[in-house]
C-alpha cells in the first residue's frame, strides 16, 4: 500500500511524463486549484500550457474543527490543466488511475454528467464528476469559458480529490487515518489546522475587519484594471497583483460566509463584485498577451 | 445496400440519448428522401458512448433523370434560340417546343446524371450528425470549431461495405470502433454484420433494451427484493455498457435513519437501488450496478459500502445536530433566507401562508403552514435539497406535533408532478394550496409571470397543482376568489385548466371549451359538467342538437339582437308553437336533475328544435314576429345552456 506521498509522487510523475510542468501550490489562499494563476489566467489567450500541481484548497464553510471524518476547511487538490485538450485525454487520465495503482478491469469507474460552473470567476465548462465504486474522485471538465471570455484553445482540467482518493486507497474511513509518511497519519500533520482553522473562521474572524479587507482588495484590484487601458508598455503592467487581490477578495468572502455574516440576498450581489473584477483581469490578460 | 452509422463520443449525459437517436432516425430518412434514395432506417440504438443507425435497402445511387429547362419563346426567333442552346451546351436541333396557354416556347431535355448514395451521404453526414440537438453544448478544437454534446472521437460509416469518407471535426469516418472502456483493448474493425457482435465480445451491449434485460436479470439472480424504480433503471441502462449488479450491505443500526433519508442517500446520490423485506420494510442491502463484468474479488461491493456508510454517517449528523432546535423555534430564523428578491423572506411568505391556510382549512392547517418552511434551516435539508417538507414533517412527528400537522408539512410539496397523488389528508391539501397560491399571486403581483419557455419559480407547476389538488381533492370554493382579482392569473389558470383536463384527463377539446365556456370558477363543477357530456355525447340527439343551438347562436348573433319579451301571443306557426311548448315542459322537467340527466332532457328538445328550422323562417318579414322568434331563440340559448355552450361543440 502506497503512503499518501507516494501516490502524490506517482500522480505528478505521471503527468511529469506526459509533458507537464510540475508546479508548486501557490503562495496564497484560493478556494481551489482553478483559481490560482496557472489554470484562471493561462487557459486564456492561444499558447498552449501543460502543468500540473497540488494545491490546498480553502473551503471555511466546510470546517468541522477536525471531528468530521470526510469534511475539511482546507483539502487538497490535484490540479491538472491540458491545454490543448489531447484526444486521448479520458485514455490518459484513466492511464493516472492504473499508474497510483487501481486495477480498472476490477473497478467500477463511470463517468456522470456534471458541468463545472464558477459564478465567482465567470467560468464554465462541461465535463463529468467521475466515480469509482460509487464514489466521487475526480472533476473532469472542458473549460469553455474564463473570466466571461471565450477560450481560444479548449483545456482539459482534471482536478483529483486527494484525501478521498488515498483514503479509498489505503482502505481507511477516515481521512484522518491516512498514511502520508512513515510513522505520521495525516492527523498528525493537518489535525492542528482543521481544528483551529475552524475555531477562528466560525467563532473568532472578524466581520468588520473581513469587511473591510474585502473593500480594500476590491477598490485596489479595480484600480489596477483600470489603469492597465492607458499605459504605456503593456507588458510589464502588474495584471498579476490585481488578480492576487481578487483572491484575496474572494478569501475574505469566504470567511464572511463561515461566519455567516453574508445574507441569502446579499450574497448574490457580493458574487457579482468579485466576479466584475475577475472578468476585468481576464478581458485585460488576454490583450496583454497579445502584445508580446 | 445496408448502411452502418456509428457516432463514437465520450460519455453522453443518459438523458440526452433517446431523443438525439430520435431525431438521428427521423433525420436520416429525410435525407434518403430528399435525395430520392430508397431505402428505410432499420433501427436506432445507443450507450453512453455511441449513437448508432442501422439502414437497409438502399440503392446505389439515384437513378439518371431529365430536366425540362424552359427557352425563350420561338417568337423571338432563331438567334434567341441558338443563344439559349448554347448556354445548355447542346445544340440547335436537340432543342425542344413546349406549348403553354402563353404561347410556344424553346425547350431543352437535360440529362442529370445521378449521384452515387456514398457521395451524397458522405456530403451530408457530417452536417447532419453536428445538427442533433442537445440541450447544452461544447466546443473542443479550439473556438469556433463544431459543437456537439461531448467530443466525437471515431465514426464508423459502412455502406454495403465500404466505407463512406468524410471528416468531422478531425476525425475521419472508418470501420473502426472501440469496445468497453477497460475490458477491450485496441481499434475494432467492423462490418454492418458482426458489429453488434463484435461489440458484445467487447463488453458492449450496444442495445439499450438488453443492457435493461441484463441489469434485471442480474438483480433476479441476486434474489433481491428491488423496489421498481423506472427512473434509476433508465438512468442506469444509460450510463453503462456493460451493467452488472451487485449486492451490498449496510450496518442495520442505520435503519434507525427514516426511510426517506437513507433511499434518498442510496437513490440520487449513489444511483443505487434499496431492496425492501418481505414485510415492505426498508432492509440493510442495497444493490449497484457496475460497468464491469463480475467484482468476484468483491472489491467494488466494499468501496460503495464504504461510501454509504459515510454518506449515512453524515445523515446522523444532520439528523442529531438538527434534533437540538425545534422546527417551532426555527421559524423566526426564516427571516433570513430569501424566498426572492422582490418578494421578501421566508418568514414573510410563512405568514401569508398561515392566513390562507386558516380560511381553507382551520387551525391544525395553520399550524401546519406556520411551520412548513422551517426545515429550510435544518443541515438535513441544506444537504438533501430535494428532501424539504419531508424532512419537516419527520422532524415535526418527533418533536410532538399532531399526526394531522406532520403529515400535512410532509406532505406539502405534493403533487411534484402530473402523476404524483394530491396530499392525503384535507389538512395537507390546505397546505398545498396555501404555499402554491401564495407563489403564485406574489411572483404574478410583481410581474414575474412566466414567458414563452422561461418559468424559472415553476408556476405553471404549482398552478397545475392547484388545479389537481382543487378537483381532485372536491374542494367546493371559488377560485377567482382565491386568485384575489388578478387578470393575468385568471387568464394563466383558465390554460391550466384546459391544460388539466385536455391533457392528463383526456376530455375532448371541444367539449372542454364548451363547459368552461358557460364558467370555470367552480373547478369541480367543471369537472361535473365534463363528465356529464362526456357520457350523454354518444346519444342519438346530443350532437345534432348541439348543431341546433349552433344555428340558433348564430341567427341570434347575426341579427344582433339583444334584448326583447317573448310574446307567446304572437307564435303563430305550429313549429314554433311547439318548439315554446316543448321548452316549458322541459323547464318544469329539470328541477332537481343531475346533470347528465338534465343534459340527456335537453337532448330531447330535437325533434322540436329540428322541425323548428324545417318549418320556421325566423327572419320573417314582419318585424315584431321576427324580433319575437328571436327573443324565444335567446332565451332558449341562455336558459339551457347552463351546463355547457353547446354551439362549441364540433359536430360531425
Not at chain 2, 430508397?38 to 453512453?48: I, L, M, N, W
Request: glycine share 8%; proline share 4%; aromatic share 10%.
Amino acid at each position: 500500500m502506497d503512503l499518501y506521498q507516494q501516490t502524490l509522487f506517482k500522480l505528478k510523475q505521471y503527468w511529469a511524463d506526459r509533458g507537464a510542468i510540475i508546479q508548486e501550490p501557490y503562495d496564497m489562499e484560493v478556494g481551489a486549484g482553478t483559481m490560482c494563476p496557472e489554470t484562471f489566467l493561462r487557459v486564456l489567450g492561444p499558447k498552449p500550457y501543460k502543468v500540473a500541481y497540488v494545491q490546498p484548497s480553502r473551503r471555511p464553510a466546510d470546517g468541522r474543527y477536525g471531528d468530521n471524518p470526510n469534511r475539511l476547511y482546507k483539502h487538497q487538490q490535484l490540479q491538472v490543466i491540458l491545454k490543448p485538450t489531447p484526444v486521448d485525454v479520458l485514455e490518459q487520465y484513466m492511464g493516472s488511475l492504473e499508474a497510483i495503482g487501481i486495477d480498472l478491469t476490477k473497478h467500477d469507474l463511470k463517468l456522470e454528467e456534471d458541468n463545472w460552473e464558477s459564478p465567482t470567476l465567470g467560468a464554465w465548462g462541461i465535463g463529468w464528476q467521475v466515480m469509482l465504486d460509487g464514489m466521487e474522485i475526480t472533476q473532469f471538465t472542458y473549460f469553455q469559458q474564463c473570466g466571461g471570455v471565450d477560450l481560444e484553445l479548449v483545456p482539459a482540467e482534471i482536478t483529483y480529490g486527494l484525501e478521498r482518493l488515498t483514503a479509498f486507497l489505503q482502505g481507511v474511513e477516515s481521512v484522518y487515518d491516512i498514511q502520508w509518511a512513515p510513522g505520521f497519519k495525516y492527523r498528525d500533520v493537518r489535525y492542528n489546522d482543521e481544528l483551529q482553522g475552524s475555531v477562528y473562521n466560525f467563532e473568532m474572524a472578524d466581520v468588520d475587519m473581513l469587511w473591510q479587507l474585502f473593500a480594500l482588495h476590491e477598490k485596489e484590484s479595480q484600480r489596477l484594471i483600470d489603469g492597465f487601458a492607458g499605459y504605456e508598455g503593456k507588458r510589464r503592467y502588474p495584471l498579476l497583483a490585481a488578480y492576487e487581490h481578487v483572491l484575496k477578495c474572494s478569501n475574505s468572502f469566504n470567511l464572511l460566509d463561515a461566519r455567516g455574516a453574508i445574507s441569502v440576498t446579499e450574497r448574490v450581489g457580493v458574487i457579482a463584485r468579485v466576479r466584475k473584477l475577475a472578468v476585468g483581469v481576464a478581458q485585460a490578460w488576454v490583450l496583454q498577451e497579445a502584445v508580446r | 445496400m445496408n448502411f452502418l452509422l456509428e457516432i463514437g463520443a465520450e460519455e453522453i449525459p443518459d438523458w440526452m440519448i433517446e431523443p438525439a437517436l430520435k431525431q438521428l432516425s427521423t433525420d436520416f430518412a429525410a435525407l434518403l428522401a430528399a435525395n430520392n434514395l430508397s431505402g428505410t432506417v432499420k433501427a436506432v440504438d445507443a450507450s453512453p458512448r455511441r449513437l448508432t443507425l442501422w439502414a437497409e435497402g438502399l440503392s446505389a445511387g439515384q437513378s439518371d433523370s431529365e430536366e425540362l429547362v424552359t427557352g425563350p419563346p420561338k417568337s423571338a426567333g432563331i438567334g434567341a434560340a441558338n443563344g439559349f442552346a448554347k448556354k445548355q451546351g447542346a445544340t440547335l436541333d436537340a432543342l425542344d417546343t413546349l406549348t403553354t396557354d402563353k404561347g410556344e416556347y424553346f425547350a431543352y431535355r437535360k440529362k442529370v446524371v445521378g449521384r452515387t448514395t456514398k457521395v451524397i451521404l458522405a456530403e451530408a453526414l457530417p452536417d447532419l450528425i453536428l445538427k442533433l440537438y442537445f440541450p447544452k453544448t461544447m466546443y473542443w478544437t479550439g473556438k469556433g470549431g463544431p459543437r456537439f454534446i461531448r467530443p466525437i472521437r471515431w465514426i464508423v460509416a459502412l455502406l454495403g461495405g465500404e466505407v463512406v469518407n468524410f471528416d468531422l471535426a478531425g476525425v475521419a469516418s472508418g470501420n473502426v470502433t472501440y469496445g468497453h472502456r477497460r475490458l477491450s483493448k485496441g481499434p475494432l474493425p467492423v462490418t454492418f454484420e458482426n458489429y453488434e457482435e463484435t461489440l458484445r465480445k467487447n463488453y458492449v451491449l450496444v442495445r439499450a433494451g438488453q443492457r435493461r434485460q441484463r441489469i434485471l436479470d442480474g438483480i433476479a439472480k441476486l434474489g433481491a427484493n428491488v423496489k421498481t424504480d423506472e427512473k434509476l433503471l433508465h438512468v442506469l441502462t444509460y450510463i453503462t455498457e456493460w451493467p452488472t449488479p451487485i449486492m451490498g450491505s449496510f450496518d442495520a443500526s442505520y435503519l434507525e435513519l427514516p426511510k426517506e433519508v437513507l433511499v434518498m442517500v442510496l437513490r440520487h446520490h449513489q444511483k443505487n437501488f434499496s431492496v425492501e423485506k418481505a414485510d415492505g420494510g426498508l432492509s440493510n442491502q442495497f444493490v449497484a450496478v457496475m460497468n464491469i463484468d463480475n467484482d468476484n474479488e468483491g472489491i467494488v461491493r466494499s468501496g460503495n459500502e464504504r461510501v454509504i456508510k459515510a454518506r449515512f454517517n453524515d445523515a446522523k449528523f444532520f439528523w442529531d445536530v438538527d434534533q437540538q432546535r425545534k422546527l417551532s423555534d426555527r421559524v423566526q430564523d426564516l427571516a433570513k433566507v430569501t424566498f426572492q428578491a422582490k418578494l421578501g423572506s421566508y418568514l414573510e411568505k410563512s405568514n401569508r401562508m398561515v392566513e390562507l391556510a386558516q380560511q381553507l382549512g382551520g387551525e391544525d392547517a395553520a399550524r401546519a403552514a406556520g411551520l412548513a418552511k422551517a426545515d429550510l434551516t435544518t443541515e438535513m435539508v441544506k444537504e438533501f435539497t430535494d428532501l424539504q417538507g419531508i424532512v419537516g414533517g419527520l422532524y415535526a412527528k418527533v418533536q410532538g406535533e399532531s399526526s394531522e400537522v406532520s403529515q400535512a408539512i410532509y406532505e406539502h410539496y405534493k403533487p411534484l408532478s402530473m402523476e404524483d397523488s394530491i396530499p392525503s389528508t384535507k389538512t395537507g391539501q390546505a397546505v398545498g394550496l396555501a404555499d402554491k397560491l401564495d407563489t403564485l399571486k406574489s411572483c404574478f403581483s410583481v410581474g414575474m409571470a412566466p414567458t414563452g419557455s422561461k418559468d424559472p419559480f415553476a408556476l405553471r407547476r404549482a398552478a397545475q397543482g392547484v388545479v389537481k389538488i382543487l378537483i381532485e381533492g372536491g374542494w367546493r370554493v371559488s377560485l377567482k376568489g382565491l386568485l384575489g382579482g388578478d387578470k393575468q392569473l385568471e387568464e394563466f389558470f383558465l390554460d391550466r385548466l384546459k391544460h388539466y383536463f385536455r391533457e392528463i384527463r383526456g376530455f375532448k377539446y371541444d367539449e372542454v371549451n364548451a363547459v368552461i365556456a358557460t364558467g370555470w370558477d367552480d373547478v369541480v363543477d367543471v369537472q361535473d359538467r365534463l363528465l356529464a357530456i362526456q357520457a350523454v355525447r354518444p346519444t342519438e340527439n346530443f350532437e345534432p342538437l348541439a348543431g341546433g343551438f349552433k344555428r340558433m347562436k348564430n341567427i341570434v348573433t347575426q341579427a344582433k339582437f339583444t334584448t326583447g319579451k317573448l310574446d307567446v301571443a304572437l307564435l303563430s306557426d305550429e313549429a314554433e308553437i311547439e318548439l315554446h311548448a316543448a321548452a316549458e315542459k322541459l323547464r318544469g322537467q329539470l328541477q332537481g336533475l343531475s346533470y347528465p340527466e338534465s343534459l340527456a332532457a335537453i337532448a330531447g328538445l330535437r325533434p322540436a328544435v329540428d322541425k323548428f328550422f324545417d318549418k320556421v323562417m325566423v327572419n320573417a318579414p314582419d318585424q315584431s314576429v321576427r324580433n319575437n322568434r328571436l327573443a324565444m331563440l335567446a332565451g332558449l340559448l341562455s336558459e339551457f345552456s347552463s351546463i355547457a355552450d353547446f354551439s362549441e361543440i364540433v359536430t360531425g
